[in-house]
Nanobody
């Protein structure tokens, strides 16, 4: 099994910055794509940003130019640098990894427990 542990959420004023981290651990054979999703109260979970194992990235239109996703493959860790935060960025942020355990035949999606990000004055 693969476990994902997020950190770095909290309360920040509009215009501020936060950096989220997500470390994968456990029985890992390989990790393909990793990403960040968010779910605001009363809304569906949505993709915020994703990154492949070779570093290709994609972003939701709402965060382009403000958020940066990166990863450290040696540490099985993905980061989300969030700048110029807005109240509408308030949500629970979830880490996702498309990973394969040593004895698994295929990749599966794994999720972290979520970390709250609140943007408010």
């Amino acid at each position: 099994q693969v476990q994902l542990v997020e950190s770095g959420g909290g309360l920040v004023q509009p215009g501020g910055s936060l950096r989220l981290s997500c470390a994968a651990s456990g029985r890992i054979f390989a990790i393909n794509a990793m990403g960040w999703y968010r779910q605001a109260q009363g809304k569906e979970r949505e993709l915020v940003a994703g990154i492949t194992s070779d570093g290709s990235t994609n972003y939701a239109d709402s965060v382009k130019g403000r958020f940066i996703i990166s990863r450290d493959n040696a540490k099985n860790t993905v980061y989300l640098q969030m700048n110029s935060l807005k109240p509408e960025d308030t949500a629970v942020y979830y880490c996702n990894a498309h990973a394969r355990s040593p004895y698994a035949r295929s990749y599966s999606d794994y999720w972290g427990q979520g970390t709250q990000v609140t943007v408010s004055s």
